[in-house]
């Protein structure tokens, strides 16, 4: 059996339960890219990267992030409320990865897995949508791919000074 996506979704959990409600409407639907490869919010605002080749970018208010008509896509050089004008020229991996800022660097930090391969790498921004650095290697598994790497911001300490990623390794 071929597993195919429908669309990406939003599910809530209200303070004090356990289990949360997935909202009724898909925020994208197929064909459109699966919005789900790394997400934060910042400042108000829910950026979301969907990648296929290359990694494209939605932004939403937070107060409006279920509101599909809320989501605007960075076109290279501007934002457009036309999902056809998103471009992919952000770099990430369809294998997932993170964005987050980090508030000792004063940039934004993404945290990928280079391909099919071993190593973890990392780029910073000024923006969420760049441009970003060349990949730097962070890590090296001896052997093995790794893939979904992701940055915990919750467990970062002093000040971001120190960033806690994981990754899954085969």
Not at 6 to 11: I, K, N, Q, R, Y
Request: charged share 15%; with cysteine.
């Amino acid at each position: 059996d071929k597993w195919e996506g429908v669309g990406t979704g939003v599910a809530e959990l209200l303070p004090g339960q356990t289990v949360a409600q997935r909202l009724p409407n898909l925020l994208f639907t197929a064909p459109e890219v699966d919005f789900t490869h790394a997400t934060f919010e910042k400042d108000g605002i829910v950026y979301l990267y969907g990648c296929q080749i290359g990694c494209r970018l939605a932004k939403a208010p937070l107060a409006d992030m279920a509101t599909r008509a809320a989501y605007t896509f960075w076109t290279g050089d501007g934002w457009s409320a036309s999902y056809a004008d998103a471009v992919s020229s952000i770099p990430g991996s369809g294998a997932g990865f993170s964005v987050n800022y980090d508030a000792y660097l004063g940039q934004y930090v993404s945290f990928a897995s280079s391909g099919i391969g071993k190593e973890l790498v990392m780029r910073v921004a000024n923006q969420p949508w760049g441009p970003w650095s060349d990949p730097t290697q962070v890590y090296s598994f001896p052997t093995g791919n790794v893939y979904a790497a992701g940055q915990h911001p919750a467990l970062d300490a002093d000040g971001g000074r120190k960033i806690f990623v994981s990754a899954y390794h085969d």
